[in-house]
């Protein structure tokens, strides 16, 4: 389905893609996850034909992506759709106009367009608020509307940068959820680039790992999982100087982390989040890194916020 072949890129003196090749199977939800820098947009962003790079080449379905302005070009351009992290929806615009945007542009019939518009908007739930702004919207009904406002061109690609990134892990999960569901009904493609383990772990059939990039290992979620390649154990923790927390916390405590960054003015990365129970007795378990000097401090902030949290052994202990 898409055919990335010995694709290089650089800005200026950096190298940001470093002669990859990747084949991504139709109708699969493919994760790419690495480091921050690692070079998971710039990726994205040539396969949907934003950006140029220097060698390789990429196709989708068998027509070459290129960023020209030529028919071919743009047509094929047209079965790619995109999910931004910031959800680019146009303020001025009601969740119909938004979703009814590219179809405007393109030229199609007001009749075609409102069948389309009204499925779509029937397809990512959100029927009640078909004439709101986004304004008044929150983050995940942004986030719907972002995706029926991609998938309006009937693409046969989507592809999500970061798509969950500035949601609540609720909110997230749903999104991932209806991700699955419109992968499954239709059979599009989705590529997932995402910071988070656990959003590949929970929805990619297949994944990749970047570092500086190179492709450090790809294949099926499940085998890499199994398998547990260097670069996964890199992922979940292993960093020099870096110390790996379990916390649970519940519903009410989601915004603990943001108040201990503030508290000890220290930094952290949420590596996974998983959901325990239901109701009174849900539970986020959250797996965190702390830089080593900060480890004692974190401990004791949580603990003396009668927050469970405990060390977690780097090698082999993996909390994904
Ligand atoms: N337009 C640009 N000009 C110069 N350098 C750039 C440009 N865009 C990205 N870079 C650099 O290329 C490298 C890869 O960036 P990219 O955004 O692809 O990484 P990423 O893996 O998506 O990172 P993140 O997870 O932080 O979003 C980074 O070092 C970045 O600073």
Same mark, same amino acid.
Not at 43 to 64: A, H, M, P
């Given at each position: 389905?898409?055919?990335?072949? &010995?694709?290089?890129?650089?800005?200026?003196?950096?190298?940001?893609?470093?002669?990859?090749?990747?084949?991504?199977?139709?109708?699969?939800?493919?994760?790419?996850?690495?480091?921050?820098?690692?070079?998971?947009?710039?990726?994205?962003?040539?396969?949907?034909?934003?950006?140029?790079?220097?060698?390789?080449?990429?196709?989708?379905?068998?027509?070459?992506?290129?960023?020209? &302005?030529?028919?071919?070009?743009?047509?094929?351009?047209?079965?790619?759709?995109?999910?931004? #992290?910031?959800?680019?929806?146009? *303020?001025?615009? &009601?969740?119909?106009?938004?979703? %009814?945007?590219?179809?405007?542009?393109?030229?199609?019939?007001?009749?075609?367009?409102?069948?389309?518009?009204?499925?779509?908007?029937?397809?990512? =739930?959100?029927? =009640?608020?078909?004439?709101?702004?986004?304004?008044?919207?929150?983050?995940?009904?942004?986030?719907?509307?972002?995706?029926?406002?991609?998938?309006?061109?009937?693409?046969?690609?989507?592809? !999500?940068?970061?798509?969950?990134?500035?949601?609540?892990?609720?909110?997230?999960?749903?999104?991932?959820?209806?991700?699955?569901?419109?992968?499954?009904?239709?059979?599009?493609?989705?590529?997932?680039?995402?910071?988070?383990?656990?959003?590949?772990?929970?929805?990619?059939?297949?994944?990749?790992?970047?570092? *500086?990039?190179?492709?450090?290992?790809?294949?099926?979620?499940?085998?890499?999982?199994? #398998?547990?390649?260097? %670069?996964?154990?890199?992922?979940?923790?292993?960093?020099?100087?870096?110390?790996?927390?379990?916390?649970?916390?519940?519903?009410?405590?989601?915004?603990?982390?943001?108040?201990?960054?503030?508290?000890?003015?220290?930094?952290?990365?949420?590596?996974?989040?998983?959901?325990?129970?239901?109701?009174?007795?849900? #539970?986020?378990?959250?797996?965190?890194?702390?830089?080593?000097?900060?480890? *004692?401090? !974190?401990?004791?902030?949580?603990?003396?916020?009668?927050?469970? !949290?405990?060390?977690?052994?780097?090698?082999?202990?993996?909390?994904?």
């Amino acid at each position: 389905m898409i055919q990335i072949e &010995n694709l290089s890129k650089r800005y200026g003196e950096l190298e940001v893609l470093n002669t990859m090749s990747l084949h991504i199977q139709k109708g699969s939800i493919f994760g790419i996850i690495g480091q921050s820098g690692a070079g998971k947009s710039t990726l994205l962003r040539c396969i949907n034909g934003l950006e140029t790079f220097d060698s390789g080449r990429i196709l989708v379905d068998g027509i070459q992506i290129s960023t020209g &302005n030529d028919r071919q070009a743009r047509e094929a351009r047209r079965e790619i759709g995109m999910v931004f #992290q910031n959800f680019s929806l146009l *303020d001025r615009l &009601n969740v119909y106009d938004n979703v %009814a945007f590219p179809m405007k542009s393109w030229g199609y019939k007001k009749k075609e367009i409102d069948e389309r518009v009204r499925e779509l908007i029937g397809l990512v =739930d959100l029927n =009640d608020k078909i004439s709101a702004f986004p304004p008044y919207l929150s983050g995940g009904q942004k986030q719907r509307v972002a995706i029926a406002r991609a998938l309006t061109m009937q693409p046969k690609v989507l592809l !999500c940068d970061e798509a969950t990134s500035a949601l609540d892990p609720r909110t997230a999960e749903s999104i991932l959820n209806l991700l699955k569901e419109i992968n499954e009904k239709t059979g599009i493609t989705i590529i997932v680039v995402a910071h988070q383990l656990s959003v590949i772990r929970n929805i990619c059939t297949h994944m990749a790992i970047l570092e *500086d990039g190179h492709l450090a290992c790809h294949g099926a979620t499940t085998e890499i999982f199994m #398998q547990a390649p260097a %670069a996964l154990r890199r992922l979940q923790g292993n960093r020099e100087n870096h110390a790996n927390l379990s916390v649970s916390v519940c519903e009410q405590d989601l915004f603990v982390f943001s108040r201990m960054a503030r508290a000890l003015e220290t930094d952290f990365d949420i590596m996974d989040i998983q959901h325990l129970g239901m109701g009174k007795e849900a #539970q986020i378990h959250y797996s965190i890194r702390v830089p080593e000097e900060k480890l *004692d401090t !974190c401990l004791s902030w949580l603990r003396k916020k009668g927050i469970y !949290c405990q060390t977690v052994e780097k090698e082999g202990a993996d909390s994904v």
